[in-house]
């Protein structure tokens, strides 16, 4: 099995019995994989065409649709994290089109059609700017410049918590800019963003004390009657974990789930 593990580095499996989030059980107790990766942050790095990518036309009105994994996240029994389309608009858009939608504050995120990688998060300020946390250093850059072949989209809404005014939101972003490693309490690009708009600690590693009340549930809804859920004791796990899925690609990861399983 090590040899078609290749390409997800430092693998290991753990099973995890877990429930439905919501408390009510399903008929059949589903068991999570739990997925240990490196903390290599690839956000802007360029790669090869994958395995499952397919071309795909803009739509008149300028979107893309992509196939993409959806998640839902909770906490305890609180939905904190959505990222399904059936009841949330995933599309994504031209940088050139994005920027006539924004305002300062935003959340953005860039993804990339032709690879798997996590996408990008970036905060809007205003004028094409954006600040993001990029190989371990907080920076302003133009949006056109980063993009690089991604499109994106608002994701103001793709956490569940109260956002701050954009003003603090604005002063979070701006008052780390220049800080690089070793000065920062942020192991990605999302946690960071995200932490500028909602503010709350849980998005920086170490944030949060880890108890054994304090567990939060990640559905990986794979399709309409595969969702398998994944449990971790900190936010900041569950979003390395949940970017780390991404980086795999859906076709990759249905099938390391199924050598797991002893489908295969």
């Known amino acids: 099995m ?6 997800i580095t430092h693998l290991n499996y753990s099973e995890l019995p877990t429930g439905d989030p919501s408390g009510i059980e399903k008929d059949e107790l589903r068991v999570g994989v739990a997925y240990f990766f490196s903390d290599e942050e690839e956000d802007l790095d360029d790669r090869s065409q994958p395995e499952n990518y397919k071309d795909q036309s803009p739509s ?11 998640y839902s996240a909770f906490c305890c029994q609180e939905c904190i994290f959505s ?6 608009d995933l599309n994504i858009y031209s940088i050139k089109t994005l920027l006539t939608m924004c305002k300062p504050g935003d959340l953005l995120e860039l993804v990339h059609v032709a690879n798997d990688q996590p996408p990008h998060w970036t905060i809007y300020e205003g004028d094409d700017q954006v600040i993001h ?6 920076r302003k850059d133009s949006l056109f410049e980063i993009s690089n072949g991604r499109l994106g989209r608002i994701v103001n809404n793709r956490y569940r918590y109260r956002p701050l005014p954009a003003d603090l939101v604005m002063q979070n972003a701006c008052g780390h800019l220049g800080l690089s490693s070793g000065e920062i309490s942020w192991t990605n690009s999302e946690s960071f963003a995200a932490w500028c708009r909602f503010g709350k600690r849980e998005f920086k590693a170490g944030g949060e004390v880890h108890t054994a009340e304090q567990q939060y549930f990640l559905k990986i809804h794979l399709s309409k009657n595969n969702v398998h859920t994944l449990m971790f004791h900190s936010l900041e796990d569950l ?11 859906k076709l990759r990861l249905l099938k390391e789930l199924s050598i797991v399983s002893g489908k295969e």
């Not at 008149?60 to 959806?70: R, S």
């Not at 979003?239 to 980086?247: F, G, L, M, S």
């Open 2 to 7: 090590g040899n078609q593990l290749d390409r």
């Open 60 to 70: 008149k009105d300028g979107h893309l649709v992509l196939n993409e994994i959806e």
């Open 83 to 88: 990222k399904l389309r059936e009841n949330e």
């Open 133 to 138: 946390l990029h190989k371990g250093e907080i």
């Open 239 to 249: 979003i390395r974990e949940r970017r780390k899925v991404d980086a795999t690609g």
